[in-house]
């Protein structure tokens, strides 16, 4: 019963009172409530190192993250590296010179493959040879490197279980544990869409463009948030699934300062990955998409489970019409 009536006046005690005397001052005790977790986030950054874009060179992209990183104080970013990319893109003389750059401003790399392969499309052998093929070239990164493989594609594997866990056996065998990501906005996508305008010669406006770039990454960390505290009733320490695009380069500091407006916490990729959600291993019919979002179908959580502007019909018609101007119907 001692244990109890402790428990009962620290209930009381955290009672709004105002209590007034006369002829003294007003003592006024305000409520003590439980403060929300903290949301934290890391910055993950695919398909590096990518080749030429709508706007920038790879140089000019490279020059203006690494003063983002700076000039914002952004902790520890992750890039996910695919190696064959340094010497079959056109533009991958310069690339190891611009991953030493990404290094030189605290980021650190780890295996996004060497090819990018799909895993539903590949057998478990092939993606495991393709894994240490990348790995030869990470080895040499010194500490940089991290044991971390990022799905290309999210892929792990789709409907097939047993490639799956081959998969993530092969993984544990060679010290691996998965790269997830917790939040994605396809960013990909709306850098395809304004290549592909820009080579139309279409006018893009590119304040708009800013604009959608960070609602939608803004309005998917809180979507992967949300989603989140139901599917393991905490917020964890969530991981952004970016990719080295001009518009990273361009906008990726208001999209930080966004962020923190938000209530967020940029945090470093080791932090990020300590979090326990690292020893989840879901068993779903369909394995990709975000660790979050397969944790949530697992559980059989009510709908929606999924980004709605990660479907490109969505994305494809927000950008047309806020940022081409063209009236093709209604965006969400």
Known sequence: MTGLRFVLKAMIACIALAMVVPGKRTISVIASTPPQAAKRIALSFDDV????????????????????????????????????????????IDAPKRIAAYVAAGGVLANHTNTHPKLSKVTADIFLADIDRAEAYLKTQGKAYRPWLRFPYLDEGGPDRA???????????????????????????????AIAARKAGKAIDMDALRDLYVETNVRSAAFGDELARRALGRSPA?????????????????????????????????????????????????????????????KK??????????DVKVANALFAERVLHEKLGAGK
């Open 49 to 92: 190192p990518r080749g030429r874009g709508a706007f920038l060179t790879p140089d000019e992209r490279t020059a203006r993250l690494v003063e983002i990183f700076r000039s914002r104080h952004v902790p520890q970013p992750v890039f996910f590296l695919n190696p064959n990319r340094i010497v079959h893109f056109g533009d991958g």
């Open 301 to 310: 959580l009510a709908k929606p489970r999924w980004y709605e502007r990660n």
């Open 238 to 298: 969530h991981v952004l699934l970016l990719h080295e695009t001009d518009m990273a380069g361009l906008f990726l500091g208001d999209l930080i300062d966004a962020l923190r407006q938000d209530g967020w916490e940029i945090i470093g990729a080791d932090e990020a990955y300590a979090d326990p959600m690292h020893r989840e291993r879901p068993d779903v019919a369909w394995t990709a998409g975000t660790m979050i979002e397969q944790i949530a179908w697992e």
């Open 163 to 193: 490639k799956r866990d081959a998969v993530r056996a092969g993984l544990a065998a060679r010290g691996m544990m998965n790269g997830y990501a917790t939040i994605d906005g396809s960013d990909w996508n709306m850098e395809g869409q």
